[in-house]
């Protein structure tokens, strides 16, 4: 080959690095010729999979391997060790070898001197290997045959490029074939896009297996990937442990401090124990800080376990929308159930949400958050779970009437005299007036019963079901394997799937329209047009009920009118509602309103009587309407980090994407062109990526958010396990071993002596068996008047009736004569 052929070879070289010439993004090989403009032959290379090598590609391959001599490859030069590496690996995939790097050498300045590079086959293992005596299992296959053949570059200081030293293309094993190529080490490399992929797969909860195999369906079966399964797990987990390089603790604040910076709103605090490891930890983003100033009167407090590798309880601070739906305000993770920690996650949720406490708390009964609840918010209203106070009951209290009559108690809306008397009865009529369970249930009846919790404005809700609802939620995106760091990011991915149902309700509210279906359409459409659509749908059902009530008369004091209604067939019970014509209020003594903020049915009554079209301001609960969201304290919106932006650029690229390259992949020349632009423009941007800092070196980063994470430190270390009350109640207990002999639990020193039988002793057990069996067949007959015995047992019957008559033959002497006559 001429000097010609010299500079094309260089040129080669230069077009691989400009993605004209060499592996594209998806891995495939591109044909070239040393005497044609560098280009593809397409034909037999499909649109998303990156075929492989075929046909005429297989032809000009050859003649390209067979063209490169050791002149041309000497007279080289390349911009950089990775040009280098990446020329001599593609050598090798047209070749049939695979490569490695060998020794190298870096001056003060972090510059590679000289690299080298072998074939894989190069040198030979170990004596120590062969003639080791304590195998277990079946040796690695020999793959090192003292392969000679290299590839060596140095670092020029003059023209400041890499220059070949030295070129042996000689081998002393066969090269491999078409089909075992792509098993080779070197030839085998998740790309960054591709990683990219399938870590957004592995967030929604695909398992590796399954992006595998989304991988070859794209690709047109296994040969066309450019790898194998296990190199997919390799890279997954090379990330993953990138990401919690300094500790797990540290990724994960490292994650939250990222957020932070992305979003000015976004709270979080931790507190460390004594040996400086993250024992308590909460945050809270900006959307669920702006959530509770509209939203935040009624909060749910609820403990949930087995989230996370440290088996730390969860604990959830939630509540209900405008939308009827569960928001969560915060969460934080803990190392223990104690007061004092339950005190140290309200004091922190206070100081999240600026001062402000909630109305009304509702929790499942735990006396250590009971407590921290009296300590930290004295003036909320207390409030526990019904579903749990019932389960309790039932695993307490044997007796299913007073369950049921215990649920009438907490739910129905008496007087507290008429609950008092009530009360009275059930216990005695049901016999636990002494039972202690009971009296503790009776002194907590202010946090529980109904009679008692009027007027409290709770949100409809009775239970902690929706937090439950929450945690059955959230179970599907967590798991008791997690680190912290996968933690928060599931966390996350959790919490916007239920933001995302939320703007499909506000969608339905804002942008459709409810079919009216009572006699009142003014009335009617005015409720659409102010409240939620799933509120709407609460308040018809009272609009609809007015028309059941039966007026008991009015009358008249100054201003206001109050009016008294009973319900039709029921004339036992009786309301009072006061209107003020001046204000336009109204006041039920249902105190639905106050309870659940929405008007009540005898409300709705009295519009009708007055002639109202419309709903009165005043009785309008504003934490109910379309427009909450008008007046939220000067907070502002929820603002989505840089990693989120990045993610949702990719995703929106690929997708616009899909179309393009379906339409293309049925003509020919659309193929090739689009080819063309997609190769040329992935290199540029790569180079721009790289030059701006987010990756480089086969690394990638999410974002420059990610690069000042993994340089900022916390000096935390990784929490230890904790162990908590409510993971112990559900924790496996293996039942431990009984004795045989004396049914105690068996230790190491338990241990009873082998009885050791002889022939005799055997068979005086099986005759004392017999003779039992006979006994008993025997009592039978005489009990039932029988009077005779057919053979042998005649005579055994007759000494025993007369054994029972009291007469002078013992039970010694049958059972003596009885033994003879079984030997």
């Given at each position: 080959?001429?000097?010609?052929?010299?500079l094309?070879?260089h040129?080669?070289v230069?077009?691989?690095e400009?993605g004209?010439?060499?592996?594209?993004?998806?891995?495939?090989?591109?044909s070239?010729d040393?005497?044609?403009?560098?280009?593809?032959?397409?034909?037999?290379?499909?649109?998303e999979?990156?075929?492989?090598?075929?046909?005429?590609?297989h032809?000009?391959?050859?003649?390209l391997?067979?063209a490169?001599?050791?002149?041309?490859?000497?007279?080289?030069?390349?911009d950089?060790?990775?040009?280098a590496?990446?020329?001599?690996?593609?050598?090798a995939k047209l070749s049939?070898?695979g490569?490695?790097?060998?020794?190298a050498?870096?001056d003060?300045?972090g510059?590679?001197?000289?690299r080298?590079?072998?074939?894989?086959?190069e040198?030979y293992?170990?004596?120590?290997?062969?003639n080791?005596?304590?195998r277990?299992?079946?040796?690695?296959?020999?793959?090192?045959?003292?392969c000679?053949?290299?590839f060596r570059?140095?670092?020029d200081?003059?023209?400041?490029?890499?220059?070949v030293?030295?070129f042996i293309?000689?081998?002393?094993?066969?090269?491999?074939?078409?089909?075992?190529?792509?098993?080779?080490r070197?030839?085998?490399?998740?790309?960054d896009?591709?990683?990219?992929?399938a870590?957004s797969?592995?967030?929604?909860?695909?398992?590796?297996?399954q992006?595998?195999?989304?991988?070859?369906i794209?690709?047109g079966?296994?040969?066309?990937v450019?790898f194998?399964?296990?190199d997919l797990?390799?890279?997954?987990d090379?990330?993953?442990?990138?990401?919690i390089?300094?500790?797990?603790?540290e990724?994960a604040?490292?994650f939250l401090?990222a957020?932070?910076?992305?979003?000015?709103?976004?709270?979080?605090k931790?507190?460390v124990?004594?040996?400086?490891?993250?024992?308590r930890?909460?945050?809270?983003d900006?959307?669920?800080?702006?959530?509770f100033?509209v939203?935040?009167?009624?909060?749910?407090f609820?403990?949930?376990?087995?989230?996370?590798?440290?088996?730390?309880?969860?604990?959830?601070?939630?509540?209900?929308?405008?939308h009827?739906?569960?928001?969560?305000?915060?969460c934080?993770?803990?190392?223990?159930e104690?007061?004092?920690?339950y005190e140290?996650?309200?004091?922190?949720?206070v100081e999240?949400?600026?001062?402000?406490?909630p109305?009304?708390v509702?929790?499942?009964?735990?006396?250590?958050?009971?407590?921290?609840?009296?300590?930290?918010?004295p003036?909320?209203?207390?409030?526990?779970?019904?579903?749990?106070?019932?389960?309790?009951?039932?695993?307490?209290?044997?007796?299913e009437?007073?369950?049921n009559?215990?649920?009438?108690?907490?739910?129905?809306?008496?007087s507290?005299?008429?609950?008092e008397?009530?009360?009275?009865?059930?216990?005695?009529?049901c016999?636990?007036?002494?039972?202690?369970?009971?009296?503790?249930l009776?002194?907590?009846?202010?946090?529980?019963?109904?009679?008692?919790?009027?007027?409290?404005?709770?949100?409809?809700?009775r239970?902690t079901q929706?937090?439950?609802?929450?945690?059955?939620?959230?179970?599907?995106y967590l798991?008791?394997?997690?680190r912290?760091?996968e933690?928060?990011r599931s966390?996350d991915l959790?919490?916007?799937?239920?933001?995302?149902?939320?703007?499909?309700?506000?969608?339905?509210s804002?942008?459709?329209?409810?079919v009216?279906?009572?006699?009142?359409?003014?009335?009617?459409?005015?409720a659409?047009e102010v409240?939620?659509?799933?509120?709407?749908?609460?308040?018809?059902?009272?609009?609809n009920?007015?028309?059941?009530?039966?007026?008991?008369?009015?009358?008249?004091d100054g201003?206001s009118?109050t009016?008294?209604?009973?319900?039709?067939g029921?004339?036992?019970i009786?309301?009072?509602?006061?209107?003020?014509?001046?204000?336009?209020k109204?006041?039920?003594?249902c105190?639905?309103?106050e309870?659940?903020?929405?008007p009540?049915?005898?409300?709705?009554?009295?519009?009708?009587?007055?002639?109202?079209?419309?709903i009165?301001?005043?009785?309008?609960?504003k934490?109910?309407t379309?427009?909450?969201?008008s007046?939220?304290?000067?907070?502002k919106?929820?603002?989505?980090?840089?990693?989120?932006?990045?993610?949702?650029?990719?995703?929106?690229l690929?997708?616009s994407?899909?179309s393009?390259c379906?339409?293309?992949?049925?003509?020919?020349?659309?193929?090739?062109?689009?080819?063309?632009m997609?190769?040329?423009?992935?290199?540029?941007?790569?180079e721009k990526?790289?030059?701006?800092?987010?990756?480089g070196?086969?690394?990638?980063?999410?974002?420059?958010?990610m690069n000042?994470?993994?340089?900022?430190t916390?000096?935390?270390?990784?929490?230890?396990?904790?162990r908590?009350?409510?993971?112990?109640?559900?924790?496996?207990?293996?039942k431990?071993r009984?004795?045989?002999?004396?049914?105690?639990?068996?230790?190491?020193?338990?241990?009873?002596?082998?009885?050791?039988?002889?022939?005799?002793?055997?068979m005086m057990?099986i005759?004392?068996?017999?003779?039992?069996?006979?006994?008993?067949?025997?009592?039978k007959?005489?009990?039932g008047?029988a009077?005779?015995a057919?053979?042998e047992?005649k005579?055994?019957?007759?000494k025993h009736?007369?054994a029972?008559e009291?007469?002078?033959?013992t039970n010694?002497?049958v059972?003596?004569?009885?033994e003879?006559?079984?030997?």
């Open positions: 080959m001429g000097q010609d052929g010299v094309k070879t040129d080669m230069q077009e691989i400009k004209k010439m060499g592996m594209d993004g998806c891995g495939r090989l591109m070239f040393l005497n044609q403009e560098p280009e593809y032959d397409r034909d037999t290379c499909s649109e999979s990156g075929g492989s090598i075929g046909g005429h590609e032809e000009e391959a050859d003649e391997v067979g490169i001599g050791v002149d041309d490859v000497m007279k080289l030069k390349f950089t060790e990775e040009e590496g990446e020329f001599y690996n593609l050598y049939g070898f490569i490695r790097k060998s020794n050498k870096r003060e300045d510059i590679s001197r000289f080298k590079w072998v074939c894989c086959c040198g293992r170990n004596e120590k290997w062969f080791y005596e304590d277990k299992r079946e040796a690695k296959a020999i793959t090192r045959t003292g000679g053949a290299c570059v140095k670092y200081t003059e023209s400041v490029k890499y220059v030293t030295r293309m000689e081998h002393n094993h066969p090269l491999a074939s078409e089909a075992s190529v792509q098993h080779l070197s030839h085998r490399k998740v790309s896009a591709e990683y990219a992929q870590k797969l592995k967030l929604v909860g695909a398992r590796i297996c992006i595998m195999k989304h991988f070859v794209k690709a079966g296994y040969s066309n450019g194998c399964i296990k797990y390799n890279r997954m090379e990330e993953r442990r990138k990401d390089f300094n500790g797990d603790a990724g604040l490292g401090a957020k932070k910076d992305a979003d000015d709103m976004f709270f979080y931790y507190h124990d004594n040996e400086g490891r993250l024992a930890l909460f945050w809270a900006s959307k669920s800080r702006v959530d100033s939203f935040g009167d009624v909060l749910v609820d403990t949930t376990y087995k989230t996370n590798k440290y088996r730390k309880p969860l604990v959830v601070l939630a509540g209900v929308n405008n009827l739906n569960s928001t969560i305000f915060g934080a993770l803990l190392s223990d104690r007061i004092e920690t140290w996650v309200l004091s922190t949720f999240a949400m600026k001062g402000r406490k109305v009304a509702m929790t499942d009964g735990d006396s250590a958050m009971r407590r921290a609840i009296k300590n930290l918010l003036d909320a209203c207390h409030r526990l779970c019904s579903w749990h106070l019932h389960r309790n009951a039932r695993s307490n209290i044997r007796c009437e007073f369950n009559r215990l649920y009438d108690l907490m739910a129905r809306k008496f507290t005299l008429e609950f008397d009530r009360w009275a009865r059930l216990i005695n009529e016999g636990v007036v002494e039972n202690e369970w009971v009296k503790k009776y002194r907590r009846r202010r946090l529980w019963a109904e009679a008692y919790l009027r007027g409290n404005f709770f949100a409809g809700m239970s929706r937090c439950e609802k929450m945690n059955a939620f959230l179970n599907e798991n008791e394997k997690m912290l760091y933690f928060v966390f959790a919490i916007a799937w239920l933001r995302h149902t939320e703007s499909k309700a506000v969608h339905t804002e942008n459709t329209k409810p009216l279906t009572t006699i009142l359409p003014e009335l009617e459409a005015s659409a409240f939620t659509r799933n509120v709407f749908f609460m308040v018809r059902k009272h609009l009920r007015q028309g059941l009530l039966i007026s008991e008369g009015w009358s008249e201003g009118r009016y008294y209604y009973s319900k039709y029921g004339h036992e009786s309301w009072r509602v006061v209107y003020d014509r001046s204000m336009e109204l006041i039920c003594s105190i639905k309103f309870s659940k903020g929405i009540c049915a005898h409300m709705f009554r009295v519009m009708v009587v007055e002639g109202m079209n419309r009165p301001e005043a009785c309008i609960s934490r109910w379309k427009g909450v969201y007046t939220n304290n000067g907070m919106a929820f603002v989505t980090d840089e990693q989120l932006t990045q993610m949702a650029r990719y995703g929106t690929k997708s994407c899909n393009m379906y339409y293309a992949s049925y003509m020919d020349d659309a193929f090739n062109d689009l080819q063309q997609f190769d040329k423009h992935s290199v540029d941007l790569k990526w790289i030059e701006r800092g987010y990756g070196d086969g690394f990638a980063m999410d974002s420059r958010v000042d994470r993994s340089r900022r916390f000096g935390l270390l990784d929490p230890r396990v904790s908590c009350k409510g993971d112990q109640k559900h924790a496996e207990t293996k431990k009984k004795c045989g002999h004396c049914r105690q639990a068996t230790t190491n020193e338990h241990a009873h002596t082998k009885r050791i039988r002889t022939t005799q002793q055997f057990i005759w004392k068996i017999v003779w039992m069996n006979r006994w008993k067949n025997h009592l007959l005489v009990r008047g009077t005779q057919n053979g047992d005579h055994l019957h007759h009736a007369v029972v009291g007469t002078q033959v010694k002497e059972q003596e004569k009885d003879a006559q079984l030997l």
